[in-house]
């Protein structure tokens, strides 16, 4: 990593713990991602922003933050960007997704809670991600219990606001996240000190469906029978998207994109003929949690798509652009958005109509179902997901597990004999 | 002589079968796992090579949380698939659904025309395996087998927590309470089925053939236990506890 001790120190972090992360990643992601043969040449940039994650983009936040610009850290694919954006703002995302984090927040958070809020929580009192530094005010959400709690605590050491979700998918409730939207907008005016007009919305809706747009020609290219790259590094990807800026997300994804295409034409693969394609259903995978993806793609077996936060949940279904009023635009907004199917919602049958979909459309031969210890809802919704599956046909493999390394070989074992079982 | 190995290293025991090419076992044998996987593979090569078989001249493939550990194996195969293969050859069966407790994770399997349909394993936690009666054996100065034995004389008693720590306790205060031993190990062994019955309840729903595996398959009470739990029969026998070993051996012999 390039010298941006000077920058941490300015941030207020704890340079010394960061030291200790710092020393860890590279050797995690050399083993993890560099291991892997044949990788796609535009996975380089992704590489890049690994290599300086901690200094690369923070710097360019600063600089805008100079110039006047302002950060919101959200931490849900529920909020809207676009509304950031249209006010000349930035977003980044703010998920831990660290066991290193863990401690820190279980000083403040009941050990019950799940690692993803634990995480988060403990990368801001601990002071040891600089993201979590910069951004000038957290939105958070009324999604699951455990953030909504832990909103309150965070909320004593930073500005945060808070969008009121609806639990449930009516008509009146895809109006009432369209005033909350509304609501979140004006909040973003006063922050950044800027007005968000029609046009300069319907330039945001623009710049993120691109982003949406290249991001699901990269998971395109795994639809068919050719696997031009791996699970691990299209995950990379994704989560590198939360960071980034959009348009330039947007212009490297198509770039990964385009080559993926040359490679199936030219059947340039990364796994063998014959290995077996795995579904991801569940719970995020905020970076840096690659621990599933090894394990299966360490065992025979390939992750085809992620039905996740951090997955298709990010980027299917577009925005409806060029409306002519706030409020419509406000209205299609929410209409995008509440097409997301979180375990937050009941009931949510659209997730189950998502799998059997996305199992089809990828031609998985199983799909393993993903609990991040403590979600209670994901882990309810479990049940149902696991029940449609095997009606349909489809195998399917339950998993429990957080941030940490100790139950790797546990999982190896289900995760190998679950690849047996396909055949 | 063509012979085909498998070898099962557990986390407590380590189960080696040798069949002939007609998939007949020519000899079995086990033995405590200790502290290293790889001196067990070892000793086991070394017990081999006394029986006249040398494993590295014969198809052998490993299973087991230590299957890895077994430099002259040809292949490593999941236990899940391994005990399959074996309940399926031993009681002749292609649907059955395999309960194996084993040493440190309980397996609830369940097959369909001689394949693997569906599987469950414990979580980290060691509630309702064999290291849980272990631990109570231990704090009842007991051995596990006497344990069972003691339980089938007992009733009453109940422990309420599944985590081997906190029920570890609540055995130390029943016997501080001056409950009868019998009474204590029909406790542990109630425990034991009952989580395991949990887990076989969201694997099937019952109509199979439903065999035990493992080392516990010779105590008579906990097969009687665990079918009054599951609430119908339950088969096994004493080569059952092969079963991993068998299964690793026959997929040697499939060439697989
Ligand atoms: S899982 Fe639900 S609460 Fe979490 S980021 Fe996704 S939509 Fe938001
Ligand atoms: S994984 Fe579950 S518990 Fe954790 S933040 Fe998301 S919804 Fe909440």
Redesign the pocket.
């Known amino acids: 990593m390039s010298d941006y001790v000077q920058m941490w120190k300015d941030l207020g972090m704890d340079l010394e713990t960061h030291d200790a992360l710092c020393q860890v990643l590279p050797t995690a992601f050399g083993d993890v991602y560099l291991s892997q043969e044949n990788r796609p040449e535009a996975m380089g940039f992704w590489d890049f922003v690994v290599s300086e994650i901690h200094g690369i983009r923070p710097s360019e936040l600063i600089e805008a933050q100079k110039n006047g610009r302002k950060v919101f850290g959200t931490?849900?694919?529920?909020v809207p960007d676009e509304v950031v954006i249209a006010a000349d703002g930035i977003v980044t995302g703010l998920c831990g997704g660290s066991q290193f984090w863990v401690p820190g927040g279980e000083k403040v958070l009941p050990k019950s809670t799940c690692p993803l809020i634990k995480a988060s929580v403990g990368a801001r009192l601990d002071r040891t991600c600089p993201f979590f530094r910069i951004a000038d005010m957290y939105v958070g959400?009324t999604?699951?219990d455990g953030?909504k709690k832990a909103w309150e605590i965070l909320g004593e050491d930073v500005p945060m606001y808070i969008m009121d979700i609806p639990q449930m998918k009516r008509e009146k409730d895809i109006e009432k996240w369209a005033q909350e939207i509304a609501a979140f907008a004006a909040v973003v005016e006063e922050q950044t000190g800027n007005k968000i007009t029609v046009e300069k919305l319907n330039d945001a809706i623009r710049i993120i469906n691109e982003k949406r747009k290249a991001m699901a020609r990269v998971f395109a290219a795994t639809k068919g029978k050719n696997l031009p790259i791996s699970g691990k590094d299209r995950l990379l990807m994704t989560q590198i998207a939360f960071f980034d800026d959009p348009a330039r997300c947007a212009q490297m994804c198509n770039k990964l994109a385009d080559e993926l295409d040359e490679r199936n034409a030219k059947g340039v693969r990364v796994f063998p003929a014959g290995t077996k394609r795995i579904l991801l259903s569940g719970?995020?995978l905020a970076i840096p949690n690659w621990k599933l993806h090894h394990i299966i793609e360490t065992s025979g077996a390939a992750v085809v798509c992620e039905e996740m936060?951090t997955g298709t949940?990010y980027f299917e279904n577009l925005v409806e652009e060029d409306k002519t009023t706030l409020e419509d635009q406000y209205m299609a907004l929410s209409r995008r958005y509440m097409k997301?199917n979180?375990?937050?919602f009941t009931p949510n049958t659209g997730r189950i109509d998502d799998i059997l979909r996305l199992a089809k459309e990828y031609e998985v031969d199983g799909v393993i179902d993903v609990n991040l210890k403590f979600c209670c809802l994901y882990d309810t919704e479990g049940y149902t997901v696991e029940k449609a599956l095997k009606d349909a046909g489809i195998p399917v493999l339950g998993i429990e597990t957080d941030y940490t390394d100790t139950d790797a070989e546990q999982l190896r074992t289900r995760i190998e004999a679950f690849v047996e079982m396909l055949g | 002589m063509e012979y085909f190995i498998g070898i099962d290293i557990g986390s407590t025991s380590t189960k080696t079968a040798v069949l002939d090419e007609n998939g007949k076992p020519v000899c079995l044998f086990v033995m405590p796992t200790g502290w290293s996987s790889i001196d067990t593979a070892e000793t086991v090569r070394r017990q081999l090579l006394e029986e006249g078989i040398d494993p590295e001249k014969h198809a052998c493939i490993a299973t087991g949380y230590g299957r890895i550990a077994v430099p002259y194996a040809n292949k490593t195969v999941t236990e899940i698939t391994c005990h399959a293969r074996g309940a399926m050859a031993l009681f002749d069966c292609g649907d059955i659904t395999v309960i194996d407790i084993g040493g440190q994770d309980t397996k609830i399997i369940r097959t369909e025309n001689g394949i693997v349909r569906d599987f469950v394993m414990n979580d980290k936690c060691s509630a309702g395996t064999g290291r849980f009666l272990e631990v109570m054996a231990n704090s009842l100065a007991v051995r596990p087998d006497e344990l069972c034995d003691l339980a089938a004389m007992g009733g009453g008693a109940s422990i309420s927590s599944m985590c081997t720590v906190f029920a570890e306790s609540e055995v130390i205060s029943l016997i501080g309470s001056g409950e009868k031993k019998e009474n204590i190990a029909y406790a542990v062994v109630d425990s034991i089925v009952k989580k395991v019955a949990t887990q076989a309840g969201r694997l099937e729903g019952g109509g199979q053939l439903v065999c035990l595996t493992g080392g516990l398959c010779e105590c008579g009470y906990i097969v009687k236990a665990l079918s009054a739990a599951l609430k119908r029969p339950i088969v096994t026998k004493s080569d059952a506890r092969y079963a991993g070993a068998i299964g690793a051996a026959l997929t040697a012999r499939k060439g697989a």
């Not at chain 1, 931490?75 to 529920?78: G, K």
């Open positions: 931490f849900c694919v529920y959400e999604t699951c953030k719970t995020p936060c949940r997301n979180c375990a937050c």
